[in-house]
């Protein structure tokens, strides 16, 4: 083991950022969703805070606090594979799984409903817009 304090900043990170991705997909998505439905036309500067602070709370920090919390369930400090490199130790169980395993399927499928509510919203907005132009014999 060449460099152990390098393992531990990767390990950290590589778990920071699988969450991170996901909860990244969920803003997108969630924004996305937002535009598609169209409930607000115009936004106050405390609606654009609140919304800035969701998604920096979500995209940030959930994945620092389970950086955190992964050292609860850490069973050692990590483990090393030939031809992978540095990968995080966990001690399965049952805390393992609610604390640090379950965040990115659970955010992804998050994701992937805003998604369906977008696509449907968008879609539903498409023909409206062709019935206009039906009717309008445009």
């Not at 966990?90 to 369906?116: E, Q, R």
Request: glycine content about 6%; some cysteine; hydrophobic content about 50%.
């Amino acid at each position: 083991d060449v460099a152990p304090v390098w393992c531990d900043i990767t390990t950290k990170l590589r778990i920071g950022a699988d969450v991170g991705n996901a909860a990244a997909s969920v803003c997108l998505m969630r924004q996305l969703e937002s535009i598609a439905a169209a409930r607000q036309i115009h936004f106050s500067a405390s609606d654009r805070r609140r919304q800035r602070i969701f998604d920096l709370s979500l995209g940030l920090g959930l994945p620092v606090l389970v950086m955190i919390l992964h050292t609860v369930v850490q069973g050692h400090r990590y483990d090393i594979l030939q031809r992978v490199g540095c990968i995080a130790a966990v001690y399965w169980s049952y805390p393992a799984v609610f604390l640090v395993t379950i965040w990115p399927p659970f955010l992804l499928t998050l994701a992937a409903v805003y998604g369906a509510l977008a696509l449907r919203l968008f879609l539903a907005r498409r023909y409206q817009f062709a019935k206009l132009l039906e009717s309008s014999k445009s």
